[in-house]
């Protein structure tokens, strides 16, 4: 997956009186959501001001105020310009690039794009971000959490749909999908709490094949044939130790 780019992006070029081209809005909303990002993930979500992201961008309060009322709303556009193109995952269900996959290579190809997406810098200054002032700001919590019911969401109808392909046991779609988001996702975030360096491609691509054929031999119908490879490693944990 990519990422917008953090680093400070030029200030919206002047413009005459009047309602702003398409253009210039595009720039304009960029501007501000680079600004937002780079000063929100080096400082925190409560250092940082509205008035101190407008100053950034180089546009007026008036022009944040009229795209974002408050905070919350900004930070939620945050969120949503930190994982841009999470819409074109096509991780709810079966899709032309998934027809001819079998159960456990759906399932790698899932595990790895929710890495690579959490992997991030920015996505793991996010997450460092609403572990430390989520008790204090429960709103951007909730604003994270939406996302994350939206990749379970997909998951979850991935899941009912191989169910209905007669590919899975008879487990609750939701629940499995919850399992594999929670076990896919354990290694980055403890790498996240203890800031320990994220993992490079070549552990993601370990790290989601080991994820994915345990899943595939734990959630596949018990009458179906044994197709999966053998594991080659352990999982990668942490300490980055295998055997």
């Known amino acids: 997956m990519t990422m917008h780019d953090a680093q400070?992006?030029?200030?919206?070029?002047?413009?005459?009186?009047?309602?702003?081209?398409?253009d210039e809005t595009r720039l304009l909303e960029t501007a501000l959501l680079s600004a937002a990002t780079r000063l929100m993930c080096e400082k925190g979500y409560?250092?940082?001001?509205?008035?101190?992201?407008?100053?950034?961008?180089?546009?007026?309060?008036?022009?944040?105020?009229?795209?974002?009322?408050?905070?919350?709303?900004?930070?939620?556009?945050v969120v949503d310009h930190v994982y841009p193109d999470r819409g074109s995952w096509n991780i709810e269900g079966i899709?032309?690039?998934?027809?001819?996959?079998?159960?456990?290579?759906?399932?790698?190809?899932?595990?790895?794009?929710?890495?690579?997406?959490?992997?991030?810098?920015?996505?793991?200054?996010?997450?460092?971000?609403?572990?430390?002032?989520?008790?204090?700001?429960?709103?951007?919590?909730?604003?994270f959490d939406r996302y994350t019911s939206e990749v379970i969401s997909g998951l979850t109808r991935y899941f009912a749909t191989e169910k209905e392909r007669g590919r899975?046991?008879?487990?609750?779609?939701?629940?499995?999908?919850?399992?594999?988001?929670l076990a896919v996702t354990s290694d980055a975030a403890n790498r996240t709490i203890y800031q320990h360096p994220m993992p490079d491609n070549d552990e993601i691509e370990l790290y989601s094949g080991n994820m994915a054929r345990l899943f595939a031999r734990g959630l596949a119908?018990?009458?179906?044939?044994?197709?999966?490879?053998?594991?080659?490693?352990?999982?990668?944990?942490?300490s980055g130790v295998t055997d």
């Open 95 to 143: 899709g032309e690039a998934d027809l001819h996959l079998s159960f456990e290579e759906g399932l790698i190809r899932r595990a790895r794009l929710i890495l690579i997406a959490s992997s991030q810098p920015q996505a793991v200054a996010l997450y460092r971000l609403v572990q430390h002032e989520a008790l204090r700001f429960p709103e951007i919590a909730a604003v």
């Open 8 to 22: 400070p992006v030029a200030s919206p070029p002047k413009r005459r009186r009047g309602r702003p081209s398409p």
């Open 168 to 181: 899975l046991a008879d487990i609750d779609p939701a629940t499995a999908a919850v399992m594999f988001m």
């Open 46 to 77: 409560s250092a940082t001001s509205m008035d101190e992201i407008a100053l950034a961008a180089g546009v007026g309060k008036k022009a944040l105020y009229a795209r974002f009322r408050n905070k919350e709303a900004l930070f939620s556009a």
């Open 221 to 238: 119908r018990s009458d179906a044939p044994a197709t999966f490879a053998p594991f080659g490693h352990r999982f990668r944990f942490t």
